[in-house]
């Protein structure tokens, strides 16, 4: 979806794309919507509490002000898992990531 609305695709192009995307990967389950007008209506009934967005200034230029609109690694993070769809097909592996991280803890500090 989101290659869909950044490169504002129609609804043919994007329909294809996920074909393209069912059609190749080794899932039982796609996370994908079977078409560009289900992947709309899901977005927008969409209800994610922690859609905070904070905005910041971040510089001034010829008498114009310029802000950057963000929100919290934490408040993303809530709204992946609030998803029931797509919290299932993550996988969380923890133990790899205290290997990789104790691996390079090894390599860089000696």
Sequence with gaps: MALVTKHKLNNATGNAII????????????????????????????????????????MNYNNNEYFLYHQSL?????NILSISDISQNFALTFEKVEVIILYFRMKYTT
């Design 19 to 58: 074909k393209f995307f069912n059609k190749h990967a080794n899932l039982d389950k796609s996370p994908l919507p079977r078409s560009i007008e289900q992947g709309r209506k899901y977005m927008d009934n969409m209800k994610l509490p922690n859609l905070n967005y904070t905005k910041t200034s971040i």
């Design 74 to 78: 934490i408040n993303c993070i809530k």
